[in-house]
Nanobody, 125 residues
């Protein structure tokens, strides 16, 4: 399985971007997909996750709640991250990730065994 993330770019504070992540290749059941981000000089951090066996239940880190919305189409093996009201502190490389089964530690990057290449998001003040 390969993941391809896209949709990053440069936007002013308060603006919006929509990231996409598409899975290709022979894919096992992917019950969990997530977005992580890594800012320069910082560790990779959890952004959001989707749990498909639970009717597309989504989870977010506190700093993006109310601004970011994760959605997906399991049949098409795609997930999206709609990012609104962007802030300079959202600047980072955003990665999509997947695992076959849901994990209660969905917020930990080590739980995911498949990763996309990352897409850069820059938010100017």
């Amino acid at each position: 399985v390969q993941l391809q993330a896209s949709g990053g770019g440069l936007v002013q504070a308060g603006g919006s971007l929509k990231l996409s992540c598409a899975a290709s290749g022979r894919a096992l059941s992917m019950d969990a997909m997530a977005w992580f981000r890594q800012a320069p000089g910082k560790e990779r951090e959890f952004v959001s996750a989707i749990r498909w066996p639970m009717g597309s239940r989504t989870y977010y880190t506190d700093s993006v709640k109310g601004r970011f919305t994760m959605s997906g189409d399991k049949a098409k093996k795609m997930v999206f991250l709609q990012m609104n009201s962007l802030k300079p502190e959202d600047t980072a490389v955003y990665y999509c990730a997947a695992r076959q089964y849901w994990s209660v530690q969905y917020y930990t990057d080590k739980q995911y065994d498949t990763w996309g290449q990352g897409t850069q998001v820059n938010v100017s003040s």
